[in-house]
């Protein structure tokens, strides 16, 4: 028995480069088999966010299905992070980063019965100058990495690979910055300025190795040197990094200002250089469907 009545599935046309007509297909005949009314919006890449909540509206829409990559899922979330709605996601984009942090598995069958499964988790939703994060957004050396990724002919994870060397060597680091929230005021110089709502990015390195998406609470990360050994633990799944590397502070507002402007970016899309980043959280706002606890 499933609790919702009208499900709205969205999906993005060119995300990660693949049709989308098996998952269309897919969920239809899904959601007939549960007698569940099956609605398809399909993302133009303008004014999707009001399109959505106008589809809403008028279809009496109760859940949402995503099939696309971060940037979708993160155009849907905010479309709906006021709206008591839920949503389940099937990963289709060149970037999945919260699938990998949700623990979505790979196969579509699979997918589909968890974004249908009704198991959920109220995750914190971050503006960052009004932006939405779900996951993972950062100041420095990785945005940088991201923003010559982006402008790069190769794609996939070697493109990726291809890039670090230049960006490594181009790179000014360290940057010096100051963090500001309700408790404390810190003057700071970093390689790499984590946001962090979740464990771990898209590529499975879990840098927020404690932190949770639903606890009303975000990490700053602050990378102070870059070490191999640490990257390493971090690919593992280790839990103890060491604090002499990258130093974690658990937090429910806070306001990042940089000497100079700084390389962004959040949950995978390169936002540009910034001096000020503004965070707020919008706790346990966003009810989405997750693999069912062991
Ligand atoms: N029909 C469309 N045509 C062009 N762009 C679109 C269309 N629909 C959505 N978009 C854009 O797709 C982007 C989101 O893509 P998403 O992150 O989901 O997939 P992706 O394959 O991981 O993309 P990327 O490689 O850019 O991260 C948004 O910038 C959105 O504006």
């Known amino acids: 028995m499933v609790n919702f009545k009208e499900v709205l599935l969205v999906v993005n046309p060119i995300s990660g480069g693949i049709s989308k007509k098996e998952i ?12 569940v009314g099956f609605h398809l919006y399909t993302t133009s890449g303008k004014e999707d966010i009001q399109d959505i909540k106008n589809l809403i509206g008028d279809k009496k829409i109760d859940h949402l299905l995503v099939g696309g990559g971060d940037g979708t899922i993160n155009l849907v979330a905010d479309a709906i992070k006021e709206l008591d709605v839920s949503m389940g996601i099937i990963p289709a ?4 980063g919260l699938a990998v942090n949700l623990n979505i598995p790979k196969q579509l069958d699979k997918q589909i019965d968890i974004a249908l499964g009704g198991h959920y988790i109220n995750m914190d939703v971050l503006c960052l100058n009004e932006i939405i994060c779900l996951h993972m957004s950062d100041l420095g050396i990785n945005a940088e990495l991201i923003r010559n990724y982006e402008d790069s002919s190769i794609r996939g994870k070697f493109g990726y690979l291809l890039q670090s060397l230049p960006t490594l060597i181009q790179s000014e680091f360290p940057f010096h910055f100051t963090i500001e929230t309700e408790d404390f005021k810190r003057e700071e110089k970093a390689v790499l300025l984590g946001i962090a709502n979740a464990n771990k990015y898209g590529t499975g390195a879990n840098v927020n190795p404690k932190g949770k998406p639903d606890d009303g609470v975000f990490e700053i990360l602050i990378f102070k040197r870059l070490n191999f050994m640490e990257i390493i633990k971090t690919l593992r799944n280790e839990v103890d990094l060491d604090p002499s590397v990258v130093e974690i502070l658990p937090v429910k507002s806070a306001r990042i200002k940089c000497r100079k402007p700084e390389a962004f970016q959040a949950d995978g899309e390169y936002l540009g250089k910034v001096t000020d980043v503004q ?5 346990q706002k966003l ?4 693999p069912k606890p062991n």
């Open 93 to 96: 984009g060149s970037a999945n």
């Open 287 to 290: 009810k989405i469907a997750v």
């Open 279 to 283: 965070i707020r959280i919008l706790p």
């Open 24 to 35: 269309i297909e897919k969920v239809r005949e899904r959601l007939q088999k549960l007698s």
